[in-house]
């Protein structure tokens, strides 16, 4: 089953067409990552789905439903969208920030009830933060603010969940920190995650399904280990990759690369 399927989508920002006649089927349950060159339109993509950018024609549909047909209360009770270096007002505390995700499902009286507060605390401790709930986001680690965001987007309590570069500006260490908290989820409670990123590597490991753009086309879409060639990078990036599986054979390496030249 498709958690989401775009169908001859076209986008652009006024005349500069970023998504050119686009079809693509995400697959439900499974950790999808996009990859692509700088502007190829990995963040439109999401951006659309979520329906921050409204798309010049094509359709899009969430749980095999048309998003055009829906509000945007009830798609944000479906999907979850973290965009990339999110910002929130200084002195809020992790579990204040969580507590946002809960605003799709809350009336217009009334505050907090007692499935949301289980909720947030559920979030919380998911995400490894129970330690620090009370803290301050600006006192967090890199790492550990990353995690509060994707807390709140869990707080939101839907099957998909959609962010734009998560790993942007952190390290190593962070990095792997916050991929393998978004891989336990997937796995642990069949949350559908769809990821934007930069490091090929770290895509070609963690996910189930790849997904690489250019241009707004889609050059390959599949396991890492049958679509990560060596043809396949020469046409998304524009270059000459040396590949080697990894120690368990699971998944390709790029372990050295050159711009292709003329």
């Given at each position: 089953?498709?958690?989401?399927?775009?169908?001859?989508?076209?986008?652009?920002y006024e005349?500069?067409?970023?998504?050119?006649?686009?079809?693509?089927?995400?697959?439900?349950?499974?950790?999808?990552?996009?990859?692509?060159?700088?502007?190829c339109?990995?963040?439109?993509?999401?951006k659309?789905?979520?329906?921050?950018?409204?798309?010049?024609?094509?359709?899009?549909?969430?749980n095999?439903?048309?998003i055009?047909k829906?509000?945007?209360?009830?798609?944000?009770?479906?999907?979850a969208?973290?965009?990339?270096?999110?910002?929130?007002?200084?002195?809020?505390?992790?579990?204040?920030?969580?507590a946002?995700?809960?605003?799709?499902h809350?009336?217009m009286i009334?505050?907090?009830?007692?499935h949301?507060?289980?909720?947030?605390?559920?979030a919380?401790e998911?995400?490894g933060?129970k330690?620090?709930a009370?803290?301050?986001?600006?006192?967090?680690s890199?790492?550990?603010?990353?995690?509060?965001?994707?807390?709140?987007?869990?707080?939101?309590?839907?099957?998909?969940?959609m962010l734009d570069?998560?790993?942007?500006?952190?390290?190593?260490?962070?990095?792997l920190e916050?991929?393998?908290?978004?891989?336990?989820?997937?796995?642990k409670?069949?949350?559908?995650?769809v990821?934007?990123?930069?490091?090929?590597?770290n895509?070609?490991?963690?996910?189930?399904?790849?997904?690489?753009?250019?241009?707004?086309?889609?050059?390959?879409?599949g396991?890492?280990?049958?679509?990560?060639?060596?043809?396949?990078?020469?046409?998304?990036?524009?270059?000459?990759?040396?590949?080697?599986?990894s120690?368990n054979?699971?998944y390709?390496?790029?372990?050295?690369y050159?711009?292709?030249?003329?």
């Amino acid at each position: 089953m498709e958690a989401i399927s775009v169908k001859n989508l076209f986008v652009a920002y006024e005349s500069n067409l970023i998504i050119d006649n686009m079809n693509l089927s995400i697959p439900k349950g499974e950790l999808s990552i996009i990859i692509g060159a700088n502007g190829c339109g990995k963040s439109t993509l999401l951006k659309t789905i979520a329906r921050i950018i409204k798309p010049k024609s094509g359709e899009i549909f969430i749980n095999e439903k048309n998003i055009k047909k829906q509000k945007e209360k009830d798609i944000a009770t479906q999907v979850a969208f973290l965009p990339q270096g999110p910002t929130c007002p200084s002195g809020i505390t992790v579990k204040e920030l969580v507590a946002y995700g809960r605003f799709p499902h809350q009336r217009m009286i009334g505050g907090l009830n007692s499935h949301d507060k289980e909720v947030i605390n559920w979030a919380i401790e998911e995400t490894g933060l129970k330690d620090f709930a009370d803290r301050e986001i600006e006192n967090l680690s890199g790492g550990q603010r990353q995690r509060a965001w994707i807390a709140m987007t869990l707080a939101q309590e839907t099957d998909i969940i959609m962010l734009d570069e998560p790993t942007t500006y952190l390290d190593m260490s962070y990095q792997l920190e916050v991929l393998e908290v978004l891989e336990r989820l997937n796995k642990k409670k069949n949350i559908t995650v769809v990821i934007v990123l930069h490091e090929l590597n770290n895509a070609c490991r963690f996910a189930s399904n790849i997904i690489g753009l250019k241009r707004g086309k889609i050059i390959c879409n599949g396991a890492p280990k049958e679509v990560i060639t060596k043809e396949s990078l020469k046409e998304i990036y524009g270059i000459d990759a040396k590949l080697q599986l990894s120690e368990n054979k699971s998944y390709p390496i790029c372990v050295d690369y050159e711009l292709v030249r003329g």
